[in-house]
Nanobody
Framework: QAQLVESGGGLVQAGGSLRLSCSAS????????MGWYRQAPGKQRELVAR???????VYGDSVKGRFTVSRDNASNTVYLQMNSLNAEDTAVYYC???????????????WGQGTQVTVSS
C-alpha cells in the first residue's frame, strides 16, 4: 500500500502566496502521476494541476499562470506553488497520485487527507 501526506495549507491574504507539499510513502514500485485537486464548499472537486513522470503538466483554467506544480521523483514529493491567491482559491486541497504499489498487480489512485487553504479578501 501507499500513503499520501500533505502539508503547507493555511490562511493567507489575497495576493499572497502559499506552497503545498505532498509526499508519497509505502512500498512503491513506481508513480505515474501526481497532482492536486480542490473542493470548495458546495462545489465539486476540481483539478488544480497534475504532473506526470516525464514532466508534462496540466492545469485547471482558473489557476493557469498563477500556480506551478513540480515534482521531486527522488523523494516522491509533489509541490504546488500558489501565487496571486484570491478568495476563489479558498478550498480544501487534496493530493492525488497514481501509484503502482508492490502489494498490487496494477496501479491505483490514492488521495491525501486534504489541507485547508483560506484566502482572506
Amino acid at each position: 500500500q501507499a500513503q499520501l501526506v500533505e502539508s503547507g495549507g493555511g490562511l493567507v491574504q489575497a495576493g499572497g502566496s502559499l506552497r503545498l507539499s505532498c509526499s508519497a510513502s509505502g512500498r512503491i514500485r513506481s508513480i505515474n502521476s501526481m497532482g492536486w485537486y480542490r473542493q470548495a464548499p458546495g462545489k465539486q472537486r476540481e483539478l488544480v494541476a497534475r504532473i506526470i513522470t516525464g514532466g508534462g503538466t496540466v492545469y485547471g483554467d482558473s489557476v493557469k499562470g498563477r500556480f506551478t506544480v513540480s515534482r521531486d521523483n527522488a523523494s516522491n514529493t509533489v509541490y504546488l506553488q500558489m501565487n496571486s491567491l484570491n478568495a476563489e482559491d479558498t478550498a480544501v486541497y487534496y493530493c492525488n497520485a497514481n501509484i503502482f504499489a508492490w502489494s498490487r498487480s496494477v496501479p491505483a489512485t490514492y488521495w491525501g487527507q486534504g489541507t485547508q487553504v483560506t484566502v482572506s479578501s
